[in-house]
């Protein structure tokens, strides 16, 4: 993987890749220090579904996204093959501004159980009413969280 930035300005981002209030920026290669253009963008306030399978953004892309001001209408959001480990997941599962987060996806990720766990407790992610990590597991919050294999 290389360091270089390939994205220079937020527009060079959505360019292409946004359709209404969805953004799809799935397998683009993007890292942390890129994804940051997003987090700095006020357009993000217009997203509610966010699509980045399939990057590079690690633990450290996903607690600047969980603490992106402008991620409060985002209801979907899809982390699969992202590097993400529970650290990051830990600190997704406190985000104050993924309020209206409905639906995540983690799959491909190397997520242990401590971010599992995080996001079970999370007081922050009300809305939250499923999530998928790893292959074949899917959580859902009826009376309490539980989760179904999927075969």
């Not at 290389?2 to 209404?20: A, H």
């Not at 987090?39 to 633990?59: F, K, Q, V, Y």
């Not at 590097?83 to 996806?105: N, P, T």
Request: charged share 25%.
């Amino acid at each position: 993987m290389s360091n270089k930035v390939q994205y220079e300005t937020v527009e060079d981002i959505f360019n292409g890749r946004l359709r209404g209030n969805q953004l799809m920026i799935s397998g683009i290669g993007l890292g942390p220090e890129e994804a940051r253009l997003l987090w700095n963008s006020p357009r993000m306030t217009e997203i509610n579904w966010l699509d980045l399978d399939d990057n590079n953004l690690g633990d450290e892309g996903v607690k600047d996204l969980a603490r992106c001001e402008y991620l409060t209408n985002v209801q979907y959001l899809n982390l699969n093959t992202n590097s993400v480990g529970d650290e990051g997941v830990k600190v997704l599962a406190q985000s104050k501004y993924l309020v209206k987060l409905k639906r995540l996806h983690l799959k491909n990720n190397p997520i242990k159980g401590e971010g599992v766990l995080a996001l079970f407790d999370s007081e922050t992610l009300e809305n939250l009413s499923t999530f998928q990590i790893h292959d074949g597991w899917t959580c859902k919050k009826r009376e309490g969280w539980r989760y179904r294999p999927q075969g």
